[in-house]
């Protein structure tokens, strides 16, 4: 936590500092906080869960294409509809 008592999300990474022998004589890490990123990478997720929620109940069939034509993906209504 930090002095005001709020939690950050820190990334850490760390290797062995090595001496002209070989030996461990320490550490060498860097820290970068992640806070900001992973509340974006949460919310993303949760905006990504919700369209497909939607995409996948609707009331309507929904398909998606690739650029050869082929159908890749649908929603329960297309596969309702087509028999898949």
Do not use: H, M, Y
């Amino acid at each position: 936590c930090t002095k005001t008592g709020e939690r950050r999300e820190i990334l850490l990474n760390a290797t062995a500092r090595r001496g002209p022998e070989g030996e461990i004589i320490g550490l060498v890490g860097v820290g970068q906080d992640v806070t900001e990123l992973n509340i974006q990478r949460r919310e993303s997720e949760r905006i990504a869960a919700d369209l497909a929620r939607l995409i996948d109940t609707a009331n309507a069939p929904i398909f998606g294409v690739n650029v050869q034509g082929c159908v890749q993906e649908w929603n329960r209504k297309a596969a309702e509809l087509s028999g898949w």
